[in-house]
């Protein structure tokens, strides 16, 4: 991992950057091993999360740290400042000593690869792309982004276009495999199984359909989409869980306004057949309802004001819709709605016909399969950097 005269002849005139960023105070190093993945943005922490449990599942003593480059305080409890300039690399990798690192797609940083090739740490880029290479030298120097490309031990690329293009930038093929990309969803939210069985034999073979995280300023729309769909279904149970669960009282008022049968969670274990809505004002976690429902709209989606991850219901067999409105998820729903696995609606007048034609148990289990495969395909990329890393762990002697 010598130094190229290319690298040199850039970082030459590439400098330090201008601002002197002070070292920042870290935190305790823990036991063990520790890898460090640089990442770009927030949206690649939770891949990198999975990525440490997946490591530590069996107990290994080992420890993912990421840094972010645009880090602000929300992301305190996740990940760590990129170190700014040569010093301040140095005093990060000699407080952590990291065995490997992980790049995580996002612009190639010349300063910190040069001290990674500097201190021989083996490192990986994963998710990559081709994107933004042509930005990453600044100014030109013959040969620099081949050298810089060429440290990576293994380069994992989302897709077959990026693996050209990196190794037209100068990646030795060998190298390069073609991936997509690592699982970035959360780990399924829980439930207590005797609960959910419970709840299934207490209703049967009723049809049931979830708005998860609902805000009161689209009852309306949940009751309309309900009326319209129950045309179809008489027997269909909505199921209500507000995003506050302190909005409960006012969910259940302004449905029975319209004239609809409510039960509220609190009042009993499982809704008995009269009951055409059923509102959540427990804490009960959202993992119990997306068993239930096999289909899922995704409340704050239509109005704004936040929504939940797409991927919750998707990776535990629900059919997923939502509205326009899917900040911060933009990229999960990017995803589903890519590959057929989800509906995008633009108004609360496209709910209940939506819900209506997915009462087709055909049709809303393909949509399931669909959303599963998407959230799912991520796992195996991740399962084969978990491998690639255990081997070069053994390879290090940890």
Avoid at 113 to 136: C, I, M, Y
Avoid at 227 to 238: E, F, I
Avoid at 364 to 385: E, Y
């Amino acid at each position: 991992m010598a130094r190229s005269l290319s690298i040199a002849a850039y970082l030459a005139r590439l400098g330090e950057p201008e601002s002197k960023q002070r070292f920042v105070t870290q935190p305790p190093r823990p036991f063990g091993v520790i890898i460090w993945a640089r990442c770009s943005h927030a949206d690649q922490l939770t891949a990198i999360e999975t990525l440490n449990r997946r490591l530590t599942e069996d107990g290994d003593p080992v420890q993912v740290i990421a840094t972010i480059d645009n880090w602000d305080n929300s992301l305190s409890d996740r990940a760590l400042p990129e170190p700014k300039g040569r010093e301040n690399i140095q005093s990060f990798m000699q407080h952590w000593q990291p065995v490997i690192g992980i790049w995580v797609r996002g612009d190639l940083d010349p300063i910190i690869l040069e001290e990674w090739r500097e201190a021989k740490l083996p490192s990986l880029l994963v998710d990559a792309t081709a994107e933004g290479l042509e930005q990453v030298a600044g100014s030109w120097v013959p040969g620099a982004m081949r050298s810089l490309l060429s440290q990576f031990e293994t380069v994992l690329t989302v897709d077959q276009a990026a693996a050209e293009g990196l190794i037209r930038a100068g990646t030795p093929q060998e190298v390069v495999r073609v991936t997509g990309q690592m699982e970035d969803c959360a780990p399924p939210l829980p439930c207590i199984e005797t609960e959910r069985q419970d709840f299934a034999n207490a209703i049967g073979t009723r049809p049931v359909w979830l708005a998860a995280a609902a805000q009161l300023n689209e009852c309306q729309d949940l009751v309309d989409a309900h009326l319209t769909a129950s045309h179809r279904a008489h027997r269909l149970l909505l199921i209500i869980a507000p995003k506050d669960p302190a909005d409960a009282p006012r969910f259940a008022e302004e449905v029975r306004a319209r004239n609809l049968y409510v039960t509220l969670r609190s009042e009993t274990t499982a809704p008995s057949d009269l009951t055409q809505v059923l509102i959540i004002d427990s804490d009960e976690d959202l993992g119990l309802w997306y068993r239930i429902a096999p289909i899922s709209y995704l409340g704050g989606t239509l109005h704004g004001g936040g929504c939940r991850d797409p991927f919750e219901p998707a990776t535990l067999g629900s059919a997923v819709i939502y509205g326009p409105n899917v900040s911060p998820y933009q990229k999960h729903a990017a995803r589903l709605n890519a590959a057929a696995a989800s509906h995008l609606i633009r108004s609360g007048a496209d709910l209940g016909p939506l819900v209506e034609t997915l009462l087709s148990t055909d049709k809303v289990a393909t949509l399931a399969h669909a959303a599963w495969d998407v959230t799912s395909r991520g796992a195996d990329v991740t399962n084969r950097i978990v491998r690639i890393v255990q081997r070069r762990l053994e390879d290090l002697g940890h």
